[in-house]
């Protein structure tokens, strides 16, 4: 698959102490390339996580949304290939029989063990190829995050990563994160795979309220085509190792300093996915002002960003704010045809439901041949606001999905 | 535009006394083709209607809503090549003046004669083009329906008409039905104007009830793209020319053969409107069944059927049930991964949640190659259960889409 041309570098990623990645190839298809996963987690790490909302979701989301409640890891294992999705009782088995080898290995609890798989949906995962690949890697040479980026990727064109760092009192902690995922990317966190690591010593309670608010301005307000993955999952875990006083709530010292630093790696994160996004050629950002309430901006922005009108035309770097009006209509939220203004790169083009005839059209065409593009809506009703963010719907995107099995 | 490989040819539709159409040409695009429909009605003709929810909708929609209300028509106007949608004062004033024109020229009130509009957003109705038109129209020679159809087209590929008749008591009664529509259609009846003639003697109030319980099953149950349009209107004007007993309530004798009839026209057109969806290559009908009610089997088959991913997956002719499981999961309806069942073209690919090991795939797989695909969907819940109708998502859409005003 061609790299997007929307792709970033891979950023320098520190080491985070406490948390030691691996890789290994167990086979789940016939390619050449690592498709385990593995990272060692210290003692006394804290973990907190978001999942997908598909009903039909995996056994691997259904057993994390338990064990994040208990707060505390040991390892992470994810398997590329195989999504052990819609696999009934003997996709179970398979996750709790590596829980168990990697707990008999660590000398810790399965319950410590987080799993995660993506790929194709509906086979088993294959235990005894799972059982051969984790021999492999306990014993292999710690690894880069870049190439466990690389490893756990799927039809992802390039390896995602994101950095940031805080001051927490005294001391500074760094953020290492990494994240796969290019379709089937919708709010309720579609195939998106993502894992932040961090230093910080913070509780695992707070460490889950701070991920939960920022998933809803973050994993939750981007989307691909609208369509959620049954696997998505984002964990977050944090060894202590910097050695900071334990962050136990928000007035903790550095506690507003270390969710800054959460929300950041997190949106990066994030519009790393969108700019992966199956045939993208433009990174979208809609930013609803004047809504009811900023859930109700929330849902106009992803009516539009859903809008396969929408997509098509910023594909096509046209500036048609017409269907830009009918997806705010659909949306089902409070909106008044004659209050609503649109614009496009900064400049508006229709104000008050009535189009601009004397806009410049010169600077907005110019706009939408970047690869950046920025929509404004205005719904003149309140002070609710929310931006989200999408890609462009291609060719690219057709030819991806139309021939993905075969 | 080339004609949708999904195309049906024009059937007879027989002339409906009272009912008279005429055509000419407004000029409302630089085109040489007639833009502007008038179809004439009879004192005594009774109206219902069902518009689309689209909060931003047109003045047409506005003013269509109340209309009905009244029960009686005396004309119908259909302006193509302009939507007249987010025009804001002066795009009612333009309608409004085509009202009083043509009550005028009838000599009826403003309130008998329905407008829609179909075309460009944003730009309001030329009035005095629209003056010109009608002007001509008042004075052209009756035209057959076909013509009609092909005057209200825009976008479409190819013109649609639907027939069927009924025996209300001894009296035979006839209904002829026209319809434009390719894009943007999605429930709540996307950029679809449809109107249904017949010389049934029926009551205004059990019209509409009919109609809109129809709608429910028809065209809320058809999508292209999941977008809906500003305007979307289907009318149903009935002459009473056919002489029967009038029609007061389902206890009428005839009221179930005459509801059937109805139905069948829609059913007729609401398919129709698919088959014309935007690059189009094959139709969809997905079954569900075993939900908790008929409107959550609905709302499951709409998220199978505007999820791009299933789409796609026809497109490339591949049994991939994984992503209807995926778009099940979605819907956010009563589901249990582990009681699903999904079949394509009458054979069970899953069952109980886990995919069949020995199922027959020559089937199948001749199944998909075909231009009707067939989805079943077996939730495993209850007795709910609905129909849905949709295409599949090409190259096409997107050559279309991306491309549409420049």
């Not at 290994?24 to 390339?33: D, I, S, V």
């Not at 950002?285 to 992803?302: F, H, W």
């Not at 229709?350 to 706009?367: F, M, R, S």
Request: with cysteine; glycine share 10%.
């Amino acid at each position: 698959m061609e790299r997007s041309p929307l792709a970033r570098p891979f950023p320098q990623l520190p080491a985070i102490a406490g948390a030691t990645p691996r890789i290994a190839r167990a086979g789940y298809k016939n390619w050449g390339r690592c498709d385990l996963t593995y990272v060692e987690l210290d003692e006394g790490t804290a973990v907190a996580g978001v999942f997908t909302k598909n009903i039909c979701c995996s056994s691997e989301v259904e057993l994390g949304r338990e064990q994040v409640k208990l707060g505390r890891a040991r390892a992470l294992i994810v398997n590329a290939g195989n999504s052990n999705a819609f696999t009934g009782y003997r996709g179970r088995e398979a996750v709790e029989a590596i829980m168990v080898e990697v707990a008999t290995h660590m000398g810790c609890e399965p319950s410590d063990v987080f799993v995660s798989s993506t790929g194709v949906i509906g086979v088993p995962l294959p235990t005894d190829k799972a059982r051969e690949g984790l021999a492999k890697v306990f014993h292999a040479e710690p690894c880069s995050w870049e190439e466990a980026a690389n490893t756990i990727g799927t039809t992802d064109t390039f390896a995602k990563g994101a950095h940031a760092s805080a001051m927490v009192g005294d001391t500074r902690v760094e953020f290492s994160a990494i994240i796969k995922g290019s379709g089937m990317i919708a709010p309720d966190m579609a195939t998106m795979l993502g894992y932040v690591f961090t230093d910080a010593n913070v509780a695992p309670a707070f460490l889950q309220q701070c991920l939960s608010a920022i998933n809803e301005e973050t994993f939750s307000c981007i989307t691909v085509d609208g369509d959620t993955s049954t696997s998505d999952t984002v964990l977050a875990f944090a060894t202590g190792k910097a050695g900071n006083e334990e962050i136990t709530g928000p007035d903790s010292p550095g506690a507003d300093a270390f969710a800054a630093a959460l929300a950041d790696v997190c949106r990066q994160l994030s519009h790393l996915v969108v700019r992966d996004g199956e045939g993208a050629q433009k990174f979208i950002e809609i930013a609803v002002t004047g809504a009811k309430s900023d859930e109700s901006a929330r849902r106009v922005g992803l009516a539009i960003a859903n809008s396969p009108l929408v997509k098509t035309a910023i594909a096509g770097e046209d500036a048609n704010w017409g269907r830009v009006v009918m997806a705010v209509g659909k949306a089902g939220e409070p909106a008044d045809r004659d209050r609503l203004s649109i614009g496009f790169g900064g400049v508006w083009t229709a104000k008050d439901g009535q189009p601009l005839a004397d806009y410049d059209e010169a600077p907005v065409a110019e706009h939408l041949k970047g690869q950046d593009v920025r929509i404004d809506v205005d719904l003149g009703m309140g002070d609710g606001r929310a931006t989200v963010w999408t890609c462009d719907l291609t060719h690219g995107y057709i030819t991806i999905n139309a021939d993905y099995r075969t």
